[in-house]
């Protein structure tokens, strides 16, 4: 019973860090680059992919069994872009703002490599629990790669967090920062600090197992 | 068991795979009309509070509005209107007198076409209020024309004929020159070039000043789609 605790709360935490689907599997990079120029953009182009993700690996496991292999991508895609359009108009509906400043990047949700690859490697192969867990966790993790990629370049080419001034009107934002350039120079440095944090662990981690080893 | 288990099935007949994919279709469509369906009047709802905030809004005064259909050489006050057809939103205050147009208009920005609304009142021939629809322009530089309040607040009572003149920041003199916003002038002339190009189109059409269509008794429209 133990085992399996730590199993699913394995499934439900990787995606958040270690397997982290932007900083660590650099999936998704589309909407990672071209919504990020506001927080708030940010967030709700995670929430929609959240709610995507979610709603497929959930449908997909379920019929993973009566769906044959050989249409098995159409069959992911269909209900992938169910989930999308649903979005769609429930944005639209109840935020018609955020939803303007989106525009095309919430139907390309469809196409937003990381969902599918979702499905494929692990919804279709994985009970119905396991594979919400992996999606929560990898929803979020994408939801919290994006809100910091958004939150650091408000911050700095804005001035702003969440639309609310931070420093007063001296402040000469770096507007470069929400343009394109902005998105790359940030997503850049974050990648670097994640393979410059994942190499210092693994050496922390030999230099530890070489420690036990003479010890022993 | 569950590792892999689609993969050690025999091969499916044809048969099997197109009903799998026509349910899935099936499913997901209605699944798609029911969201459809069931937004659709809060986003027609949403809309036509949009448009009407936008006409109060470069209309200062304005607490009644009604789609003028340019219909045959006249305007017409109708909710109803053909793709074809172009339309303005007449402006009307409390006792149902006329105000001035709300002018929808379109054009090429910097990135992309910029929607704008111009509020215009053809008894002293004046811009009375600009907001912008919709428009791609650069955050932080060409967004300035909506997000700028001096550049949207000038124009309040911009003189209009013979045309709008966009000037360097800080040179305005006359009553139809308005100051371009540093960092955004291709978007501010883009922004005054749209406005003077649709004004001259409508300019003709317009009825005399004094014998613009009275306000109907009809609901005022506004789902009317915009360029």
């Not at chain 1, 929803?139 to 809100?147: D, E, N, Q, R, T």
């Not at chain 1, 507007?175 to 994640?194: H, Q, S």
């Not at chain 2, 349910?23 to 798609?32: D, F, V």
Request: with cysteine; glycine share 10%.
């Amino acid at each position: 019973m133990k085992k399996r605790d730590n199993r699913n709360y394995d499934e439900l935490i990787k995606g958040i860090w270690r397997d982290n689907p932007v900083f660590v599997q650099v999936l998704g990079m589309c909407p990672m680059l071209a919504v990020t120029n506001s927080a708030i953009n940010a967030i709700a182009m995670g929430m929609a992919t959240f709610f995507v993700l979610v709603g497929s690996s959930f449908l997909v496991s379920s019929f993973r069994n009566w769906i044959p292999k050989q249409v098995r991508i159409s069959c992911f895609i269909i209900i992938i872009a169910t989930f999308v359009t649903v979005a769609d108009y429930t944005l639209l509906a109840l935020v018609p703002k955020v939803h303007k400043e989106l525009g095309a990047f919430i139907p390309l949700i469809v196409a937003n490599c990381m969902i599918l690859g979702r499905q494929e490697a692990f919804s279709s192969r994985h009970p119905v629990r396991l594979a919400v867990l992996d999606a929560i966790g990898m929803a979020g993790g994408f939801l919290l790669a994006l809100f910091s990629l958004g939150a650091i370049r408000e911050i700095l080419g804005d001035g702003a967090l969440f639309g609310v001034n931070l420093f007063g009107a001296n402040f000469e934002p770096w507007v470069i920062m929400i343009l394109p350039p902005g998105g790359f120079l940030t997503l850049g440095l974050i990648l670097l600090f994640f393979n410059w944090f994942k190499e210092k662990k693994d050496e922390f981690l030999a230099d530890v197992a070489a420690a036990e080893r003479s010890g022993s | 068991m569950t590792v892999g288990a689609h993969t050690e099935m025999p091969a499916p007949s044809s048969l099997r795979l197109v009903l799998t994919l026509a349910i899935a279709g099936l499913i997901s469509g209605i699944a798609i009309i029911g969201i459809y369906e069931s937004t659709l009047p809060t986003i027609t709802a949403n809309k036509a509070r949009e448009l009407r905030e936008a006409v109060f809004k470069v209309l200062p005064g304005v607490s009644q509005m009604q789609q003028l259909v340019y219909r045959d050489g006249e305007l017409v006050a109708t909710e109803e209107r053909r793709k074809d057809e172009q339309a303005v939103y007449g402006g009307y205050d409390q006792q149902g007198d006329f105000v001035g147009y709300a002018i929808p208009a379109a054009g090429p920005g910097f990135q992309d076409t910029i929607g704008l609304l111009y509020g215009y009142t053809p008894k002293d021939k004046l811009v009375v209020g600009m907001e912008v629809l919709e428009s791609r322009e650069t955050p932080g530089l060409g967004d300035k024309i909506y997000k700028d309040a001096d550049f949207v607040g000038s124009f309040s009572a911009l003189s209009i004929e013979p045309e709008i003149v966009a000037v360097k920041k800080g040179s305005k003199a006359r009553p139809n020159e308005i100051d371009a916003i540093t960092g955004a002038t291709i978007s501010s002339k883009a922004v005054v070039r749209i406005i003077n190009e649709t004004h001259s189109e409508w300019s003709e059409r317009l009825p005399r000043s004094g014998s613009e269509p009275p306000l109907g008794e009809t609901e005022p429209a506004g789902a009317g789609e915009l360029p």
